[in-house]
């Protein structure tokens, strides 16, 4: 388990998801619950679940999809969609896209 989370405040991400309100009616609650977080190596990406052993027999981290939010207050963003309509993370593609 990860040792590092710190608060989170996720409503930047809420803010963005207004716009797929219809698609995905059950996201602004699912983000709601993103408030602790903890940051990798990568500068890119935030986690909002521990993600050790990724998709293996009674690891948290079961991604089921992924949501790419156009319009966000720091660019086009990923979202990592665990099983139950989780959120696992944040992928910030403007930040990877312009890194040197």
Same mark, same amino acid.
């Given at each position: 388990?990860?040792?590092?989370?710190?608060?989170?405040?996720? #409503?930047?991400?809420?803010?963005?998801?207004?716009? $797929?309100? +219809?698609?995905?009616?059950?996201? %602004?609650?699912? =983000?709601?619950?993103?408030?602790?977080?903890?940051?990798?190596?990568?500068?890119?990406?935030?986690?909002?679940?521990?993600?050790?052993?990724?998709?293996?027999?009674? #690891?948290?981290?079961?991604?089921?999809?992924?949501? $790419?939010? +156009?319009?966000?207050?720091?660019? %086009?963003?990923? =979202?990592?969609?665990?099983?139950?309509?989780?959120?696992?993370?944040?992928?910030?593609?403007?930040?990877?896209?312009?890194?040197?």
């Amino acid at each position: 388990m990860r040792n590092n989370w710190k608060s989170y405040d996720p #409503s930047w991400i809420v803010d963005a998801a207004v716009l $797929v309100k +219809d698609q995905y009616p059950w996201l %602004e609650s699912s =983000l709601r619950e993103c408030t602790k977080c903890y940051r990798s190596n990568n500068k890119y990406i935030i986690y909002f679940v521990d993600n050790s052993n990724p998709n293996e027999p009674g #690891s948290e981290w079961q991604i089921e999809t992924h949501i $790419v939010l +156009d319009k966000s207050l720091y660019g %086009e963003i990923v =979202l990592d969609i665990l099983t139950s309509q989780r959120v696992g993370a944040v992928e910030f593609l403007g930040k990877l896209w312009n890194a040197k």
